[in-house]
């Protein structure tokens, strides 16, 4: 008798943790949010849970750009232990919808209005087949520079706004015996440079056709030869210690006065703040150079794994408690990014802050916004990663530009 007993509690035990980690009235969110400014901006959320009595079990997976958050993803949904909520990017959330794994949030859409509010570029990827099946907590851009005021001052170098001043600007920088660029060789961190290099080279008509409409001509094109010499260029910049260093360390070496660039998204932005700097006294935040006018993308969104017919409770208060105005403020403030919606106030927000919600209506306005094909919105993950792989193979130094193009141009015919 005794023996059945603790058989059946035994078994309860392994079924109850293959189900589910989770508690009635609890969320459990997997994420990427691990550095320190990403855990700041975590907290508000967290904290925002909280308050409507709703628990927060944290499943965080370290990694920049999610690509270790997807892979233990994949795993949790196939051992039919899917997580209640996900931070998810772009063509991602359509794979998963497509897959019929998501929860219709239409409900809770139609209820707070989000089809007024929500600009279509971020719609495209929240919604799947009509309906909603993610909230989209913010929008990031990638074409950012993030510079130490002090070393430029010191150095007498104007914040650059071509390609020939940046090259300049770096050389100063390496001549004055600091790292000139602060990067983490992670193919995610390869790609976001290559975002901002490309678009710059190429304009952004060469930045959709080669990386949204995969054009295998653009793709093969002398313009992108250019963008990868022009990567050469960068790494020649990069202080030896770089491979596998991750981007928040990286965000670091420009904070502490060690390198006077960092290539990055506005997450970078978290960290500075993070660390108590403020824009414009300490650091600089500027676009891309050749980059002014174009914004590329990527919003992070949660999906909600379907758990029956329609969310959960506590699933439809996460997803309302995301698109509050209020909380897009507050959340987006400390993240770097900016709101998802079009009607928040930028009040609250920091110079970097104001300046990213003016270039994204612009963008927006003048046909110049474009998905990140480094951050999974300009194609699917297969594409993105067989474009990652091409990239930082030629950023180690294993292909010369030439032979890059023709990689870049069969490794995504393959990936199709
Ligand atoms: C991006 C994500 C950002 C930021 C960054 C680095 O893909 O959209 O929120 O977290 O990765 O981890």
């Known amino acids: ?8 509690v035994a078994a309860f035990a392994v079924l109850a943790s293959s189900v589910s980690f989770a508690h009635a009235g609890d969320v459990e969110v997997l994420h990427w949010w691990t550095s320190g400014g990403e855990a700041a901006a975590l907290n508000v959320l967290k904290q925002d849970l909280e308050k409507q009595g709703i628990g927060w079990q944290d499943m965080p997976v370290a990694g920049g750009g999610g690509t270790q958050a997807m892979t233990v993803l994949r795993a949790r949904v196939t051992s039919g232990n899917a997580p209640t909520a996900v931070q998810m990017l772009g063509f991602d959330i359509t794979d998963w919808a497509k897959e019929g794994a998501l929860a219709n949030l239409n409900d809770v859409a139609s209820a707070e209005g989000w089809d007024d509010v929500v600009p279509g570029a971020l719609q495209k990827f929240s919604k799947y087949d009509g309906q909603w099946v993610a909230a989209p907590v913010n929008v990031h851009s990638t074409n950012w520079v993030w510079a130490n005021k002090a ?3 010191e150095l007498g170098i104007a914040q650059p706004t071509t390609w020939d001043e940046l090259v300049a600007a770096m050389q100063a920088v390496k001549d004055a015996g600091k790292v000139a660029v602060a990067h983490g060789g992670q193919a995610w961190q390869d790609a976001t440079v290559f975002d901002a290099v490309a678009m710059a080279t190429g304009g952004p008509e060469f930045y959709q056709k080669a990386f949204i409409d995969l054009d295998p001509d653009t793709l093969g094109s002398d313009t992108m030869k250019e963008a990868f010499d022009r990567m050469a260029v960068i790494r ?7 491979s596998g260093r991750d981007w928040n360390l990286a965000s670091a070496m420009v904070i502490n006065g060690e390198a006077a660039f960092q290539f990055m998204g506005d997450w970078a932005k978290g960290e500075f703040l993070n660390a108590g700097k403020a824009p414009g006294e300490d650091f600089l935040c500027f676009r891309f150079p050749g980059t002014q006018d174009q914004v590329t993308f990527n919003s992070d969104q949660f999906a909600l794994f379907k758990q029956g017919d329609t969310p959960s409770d506590e699933q439809a208060a996460l997803a309302k408690a995301i698109m509050s105005p209020t909380f897009q403020s ?11 919606r079009v009607d928040v106030p930028d009040a609250d927000f920091d110079a970097c802050g104001k300046q990213g919600m003016k270039d994204l209506a612009a963008a927006s306005s003048s046909g ?24 930082t193979a030629h950023f180690n130094g294993e292909y010369d ?14 990936a199709q």
Do not use: Q, W
Request: charged share 15%.
């Open 330 to 340: 507050a959340f987006n403030v400390v993240k770097g990014s900016v709101p998802a």
């Open 401 to 414: 530009s030439e032979t890059a193009v023709s990689e870049l141009v069969s490794a995504v015919e393959l």
């Open 1 to 8: 008798m005794r023996s059945t007993i603790g058989k059946t």
């Open 368 to 391: 110049n916004l474009f998905g990140s094909m480094a951050h999974g919105h300009a194609n699917p993950a297969s594409i993105k990663n067989a474009m990652y792989d091409v990239i």
């Open 151 to 153: 070393i430029l001052d």
């Open 236 to 242: 020649s910049f990069v202080d030896d210690n770089f």
